[in-house]
């Protein structure tokens, strides 16, 4: 069955402590593998897609990274707004059209 | 000008009643989708409609039926509510599938 993970669960960093956050997938044959960003109280906003083994996205503090079996979302020197859960999804060639990961809930303490 | 709006934003009922959530977006996509998103926080796909068809209709109860009218609406209609639906609910609509997709704020759901 296609599977998404992510680790860890929740990440408490302080202000200027740049870290990675993991989203890790078992696929029939992966199409895409996209990152959100989740703010409470509010829908998934899109962040990066990610298509092929080597291929790397980056916006502002954020870079996407990916792998034949995972994605990396590094963060560097957050601020206090980046708090918040961040999504991963891949989309197959086979099977389920579009599934999420559990999410990475991210705070950063000012 | 929202692109992908839900009505209503908080929606609180009675088990065994029947609800309905709207969905509508203005992005001019053909795919539109329902997902629901537990206290867990998991985000689930439910339906996905590709020009007013049905093409993916994950293992969810009949009481669940998704109606589009047109490719810029898809509405989801709730009979029987069970205390189990308390959940939000989000709508998302992309170009061609599967592609990006731009999610509504969502709609809260709480069944007494």
């Known amino acids: 069955e296609d599977q998404v993970t992510q680790s860890p669960e929740a990440l408490r960093l302080q202000e200027g402590e740049s870290s990675s956050l993991n989203c890790s997938y078992t696929?029939?044959?992966?199409?895409?593998l996209f990152w959100y960003r989740q703010d409470p109280g509010k829908g998934p906003e899109f962040l990066f897609t990610?298509?092929?083994a080597g291929e790397e996205k980056e916006k502002e503090r954020l870079k996407a990274t990916l792998t034949k079996k995972e994605s990396f979302l590094h963060i560097t020197a957050p601020k206090p707004e980046d708090s918040a859960t961040y999504l991963c999804?891949?989309?197959?060639?086979?099977?389920?059209?579009?599934?999420f990961g559990p999410g990475t809930r991210l705070s950063v303490l000012p | 000008d929202t692109a992908v709006s839900q009505t209503p934003k908080y929606l609180v009922t009675q088990m065994g009643n029947d609800k309905s959530i709207k969905c509508e977006q203005n992005?001019?996509?053909?795919?539109m989708y329902w997902y629901k998103q537990d206290s867990k926080k998991f985000l689930k796909i439910m339906f996905s409609?590709?020009?007013?068809?049905?093409?993916i209709n994950e293992t969810v109860p009949n009481r669940f039926s998704p109606k589009s009218p047109d490719k810029a609406h898809l509405n989801l209609h709730i009979n029987s509510l069970e205390l189990g639906d308390s959940a939000v609910y989000f709508c998302?609509?992309?170009?061609?599938?599967?592609?990006?997709?731009?999610f509504g704020a969502g709609t809260r759901l709480s069944v007494l």
């Open positions: 990610l298509y092929s």
């Open positions: 409609y590709n020009n007013k068809e049905l093409i």
């Open positions: 992005l001019g996509h053909d795919t």
């Open positions: 696929v029939s044959g992966l199409r895409g």
């Open positions: 998302a609509s992309s170009r061609g599938q599967p592609n990006i997709q731009y």
């Open positions: 999804a891949a989309s197959f060639t086979y099977g389920q059209n579009f599934v």
